[in-house]
């Protein structure tokens, strides 16, 4: 299983887009990235997933170079409710490691 | 959909007692589950993976014959913890696998936090 790096925490401010980057440098052929919310006393709540380029859904974006090395999670125009954790796995079993994560802290 | 739950929520027992946590797949059928645990501002840690009708495998480090798994239908799998001390005393969260997800798509459930006195 890929190791994951990710800084330990960031703030941002309300509106604004946060881009969580993480470097995943032996990332295998077979390998998804997926990336997971976690609030406080809550369980983690699955986000977004991707093998390569971007992916985009409803709620975030999933930037994928070509050498898959990194990934950058991007929250459009983050709100107070989305401070929490965020977690970047990669892997290509069930078998999920969590990192240290990234504490997010959104200010008003 | 794809809804996990977990009982109790949180549970305070008394050193040395056994505390028994449910984990359940409510609209779908889950043939792997898994138990994690998370110390106060720490990382999730895997403690096993449990399989529908098999013996649960346990990550190195944790001990079966404490953390005692059951897996015996598609939605339903439990994590007894015996004779509980208080440096078990943790939150406790369960995931499962829907048959039709991609890779690494587990759902969480809300945890238990365990108080052991």
């Known amino acids: 299983l890929a190791k994951t790096t990710q800084p330990i925490s960031m703030d941002s401010y309300e509106g604004q887009e946060v881009n969580i980057t993480c470097s995943h440098n032996n990332i295998a052929t077979n390998d998804y990235i997926t990336w997971y919310q976690q609030f406080p006393s809550q369980g983690p709540r699955f986000i977004i997933q991707?093998?390569?380029t971007k992916v985009t859904n409803e709620v975030a974006s999933l930037f994928i170079p070509a050498d898959r090395k990194s990934s950058t999670l991007s929250l459009p125009r983050v709100s107070l409710s989305d401070t929490a954790v965020y977690y970047c796995l990669v892997g290509d079993t069930d078998k999920l490691i969590f990192g240290t994560g990234t504490r997010l802290q959104v200010f008003p | 959909g794809a809804v996990v739950s977990q009982h109790p929520s949180r549970v305070i027992c008394k050193s040395g007692t056994s505390v028994k946590i449910e984990c359940r797949s409510l609209?779908?059928?889950?043939?792997?589950m898994f138990w994690y645990r998370q110390f106060p501002k720490q990382s999730l840690m895997l403690m096993a993976t449990?399989?529908?009708?098999?013996?649960?495998?346990?990550e190195q480090g944790v001990e079966k014959d404490k953390f005692l798994i059951n897996h015996a239908s598609l939605t339903l799998s439990t994590l007894t913890v015996t004779s509980a001390h208080p440096e078990d005393s943790s939150f406790y969260i369960c995931?499962?696998?829907?048959?039709?997800?991609?890779?690494?798509?587990?759902?969480f459930g809300p945890g238990t936090r365990l108080t052991v006195l």
């Open positions: 995931s499962a696998r829907r048959a039709a997800s991609s890779y690494n798509e587990q759902f």
């Open positions: 991707g093998y390569k």
């Open positions: 609209d779908f059928q889950a043939t792997t």
């Open positions: 449990s399989n529908e009708g098999s013996k649960a495998t346990y």
